[in-house]
């Protein structure tokens, strides 16, 4: 279902003529409330007017992550926090983190984006939507509950965690949408077949997963295991929080950005040059339509590439792909460059294995080693010796052939590698550099 | 055919895994006949011949264990020197190929109880047959 008829589906160059109006507000929104901004436009020699057609963009200096966190917390604002009803922040697991700042009117566009997304992944408003993800200063809980009120779902506010309850809540209140992350699905979906709950005794039709990457092999296994369209969303909290970008149900190839809000572009994250639609790159976004902390030219770290062959459910706003990793999430092995979500793709595509697993990073006498430890399945253990050693062997060339490094796969017992409620973290780094 | 029902558990190579197997059978009194370890450098699985199957499987998977079972044959041979080699020869003449065999824990006044498990089982079998070679029901290890 389309949300907003009039903006989903806006003629391209209508859209781009709302783009560039929204970029020059913003522009000189920024360039006269932000001292950062201020400096910086004025180092590049960039005016406000100087704006002229969406081309401009590119004149404009990237905003990054240690920007945020050089003008921690409010630095970046352009109202006073009186007029702030909100602030988010991202865990911040290195340093000090991220703080963002929402205006009224951001929470209420935010709300109008989200429950677009949502709208976009087949949900509407006789759905039970059970909100999995964190509640509190991640912006994913409080994202998709303000989206699925928007939109006039009945939203169960229950939060990342206390997973036998959540599969109780599911059941008794017939919840017919899951937001979560990818991960915990997976742990659900395992809660679920161990309690003996049957396929039927559930509503669920749709998961909207998203707050880490994630393989499309992954969304097959998990729309297997529970017999749901598994949906995937992005966000970031920087940029807003999720419903940034989604994917369509009807056709489930890649997710729309909201142009309306954001300008998306792709650059080479070395050389920071602007890369031409369809290659692959690191995902860098302009918001235009925010208020409280609106950011030029984000460099998001994620990779992806821009789809902008028209999509058959209508919308205009152009697709990205599924993100395929972070920058800082990339593994260089050997001098091997490999994101997680390679090896994920790869073990998924392995009959037998769980949808579990686990890689360890190591340096034994200068050399880079890379274990990777999945889970066996009743389906395919064997009791002889020779069987599982065949399957190990076969992951080991699988990864060899493909991306050319060699790997230790062990087998792990069922249900030994860690599970996740929110983010998982999947990659151990043990090399100390 | 006489077949007996094997148990087979994936472990990992660490301290203290087989004992928790072996423990948690105890503690539901269940009884161990028969059991091997085949290990590889990671990874191991345990074989085991039980009284009391059902019960054995079930406690094994609500503890978390990944469990299979496979029909293996059990044979009955005369504990003197030389018997073991003679019931392998006569499979070695047939070209019957033997994937893995152990023996039994608890002794049979005058006899060995073996285990095997046959690349081909019913072929293996019946030779086994031809030759007067007695081989144990499910049942008669419940006896023994």
Known sequence: ?433 | MKRIRQISVFVENRPGRLLEVVDLLGKHNINIKALSLADSSDFGIVRLVVKGVDEAIRVLKENGFTVSETAIIACMIDDKPGSLASILRTLAENQINIEYMYGFASPVEGKAVMVFKFSETEKAQEILKEHNIKMLSQEEIREI
Request: glycine letters at 8%; charged letters at 30%.
């Open chain 1, 1 to 433: 279902m389309i949300y907003d008829d009039e903006l989903e589906t806006l003629p391209r160059e209508a859209l781009q003529a709302l783009q560039l109006k929204r970029l020059q507000n913003t522009v000189e929104r920024v360039y006269n409330l932000v001292p950062f901004y201020r400096k910086k436009l004025d180092k590049v020699n960039v005016k406000p007017e100087d704006i002229k057609s969406l081309d401009d963009l590119k004149r404009l200096p990237f905003t990054t992550k240690q920007d945020l966190r050089d003008n921690y917390p409010f630095g970046l604002f352009t109202i006073p926090l009186e007029q702030v009803v909100r602030v988010h922040a991202s865990s911040g697991t290195t340093g000090k983190p991220t703080v963002v700042g929402y205006s009224k009117r951001d929470i209420d566009i935010w709300s109008d984006l989200m429950a677009r997304s949502l709208a976009a992944a087949g949900v509407s408003k006789g759905d039970i939507i059970q909100n999995a993800y964190g509640y509190g200063l991640f912006t994913g809980g409080l994202g998709a509950h303000y989206g699925g009120e928007r939109l006039g779902a009945t939203v169960i506010p229950i939060s990342g965690g206390n997973t036998k309850k959540q599969i109780m809540i599911m059941k008794d209140f017939g919840s017919t949408v899951l937001t979560a992350t990818p991960s915990y699905t997976l742990y659900l979906a395992e809660t679920i077949h161990d309690m003996g709950v049957k396929r039927e005794e559930l509503k669920l039709r749709v998961g909207i997963l998203g707050a880490e990457p994630w393989s499309e092999e992954m969304r097959n296994a998990i729309e297997e295991k529970l017999g749901i369209d598994a949906i995937d969303i992005y966000g970031l909290s920087e940029i807003l929080g999720p419903g940034v970008a989604i994917e369509c149900i009807e056709a489930k190839k890649g997710l729309h950005i909201w142009e309306d809000a954001f300008i998306p572009e792709i650059i080479d994250p070395e050389t920071g040059e602007v890369l031409p639609d369809g290659e692959e790159g690191e995902l860098v976004i302009t918001t235009i339509q925010k208020e409280a902390i609106p950011l030029l030219r984000y460099r998001t770290r994620d990779i992806t590439r821009i789809i902008k062959e028209p999509c058959k459910c209508g919308r205009t706003h152009r697709r990205i792909e599924r993100i395929k990793g972070r920058t800082d999430d990339m593994l260089i092995i050997r001098g091997v460059n490999i994101f997680p979500s390679q090896i994920e793709s790869l073990l998924m595509e392995t009959e037998g294995v769980e949808p579990h697993y686990q890689i360890i990073v190591d340096r034994v006498n200068n050399l880079d080693t890379m274990e990777v430890k999945v889970e066996v399945s009743e389906k395919i253990f064997s009791d002889e010796i020779k069987h599982l050693q065949r399957l190990k062997e076969q992951i080991e060339k699988d990864i060899k052939d493909l991306y050319g490094i060699s790997v230790k796969v062990t087998l792990a017992e069922p249900k030994t590698l860690q599970r996740f409620e929110g983010k998982a973290k999947r990659v151990i780094d043990k090399r100390k550099i």
